[in-house]
T-cell receptor
């Protein structure tokens, strides 16, 4: 079983739509959580950290539920430029400061 | 300021060969990590180095090794290449060992034929 599981999609949504991605993690000792964005054939880039209290950055909202070991990302008013793969990440303190990445969820925003 | 730089950008090798990939961290960053990303998968942790010492190792065979130099740059070596080693190899740097924000280089695309 992979430590971070997420639906690979693809999610095809029209511009302006709201889309939600979910992921689950198996290591209850994980301390920190993130969403990374990866464009095709490019390096991953940090989108936002995820906190239990929930956090928002413009059109993006992330939420962590430690009891259910569940992480979510909500994108409101989708833009064409949001098309990318979104990687859910949990830290693994058992191995240095490794990041455990999910497989990624592919999002395509269409005109 | 320059970001994380990796070289080469692309590499083609044959099975059984050895390869060395290089990474220069962002100036002032002391920690370098290596990740392997196979097509269709998320990046998988290989190594973390901090202050020239290995601080973490992922589930990779001993054919994979790395080191960090006094200037904090790093090399990843892979011996006896297998077809399955074909992947994008990503280097990431942070200021400290437990720094949460990783900055990735654009990677080295390795193809093993």
């Amino acid at each position: 079983r992979k430590e971070v599981e997420q639906d690979p999609g693809p999610f095809n949504v029209p511009e302006g739509a709201t889309v939600a991605f979910n992921c689950t993690y198996s290591n209850s000792a994980s301390q920190s959580f993130f969403w990374y964005r990866q464009d095709c054939r490019k390096e991953p880039k940090l989108l936002m950290s995820v906190y239990s209290s929930g956090n928002e950055d413009g059109r993006f909202t992330a939420q962590l539920n430690r009891a259910s070991q569940y992480i979510s990302l909500l994108i409101r008013d989708s833009k064409l430029s949001d098309s990318a793969t979104y990687l859910c990440v949990a830290t693994n303190s058992n191995s240095g400061y490794a990041l455990n990445f999910g497989k990624g969820t592919s999002l395509l925003v269409t005109p | 300021d320059a970001g994380v730089t990796q070289s080469p950008t692309h590499l083609i090798k044959t099975r059984g060969q050895q390869v060395t990939l290089r990474c220069s961290p962002i100036s002032g960053h002391k920690s370098v990590s290596w990740y392997q990303q196979v097509l269709g998968q998320g990046p998988q942790f290989i190594f973390q180095y901090y202050e020239k010492e290995e601080r973490g190792r992922g589930n990779f065979p001993d054919r994979f090794s790395a080191r960090q130099f006094p200037n904090y740059s790093s090399e990843l070596n892979v011996n006896a290449l297998l077809l399955g080693d074909s992947a994008l190899y990503l280097c990431a740097s942070t200021w400290g060992r437990g720094d949460e924000k990783l900055f990735f280089g654009s990677g080295t695309q390795l193809s093993v034929l």
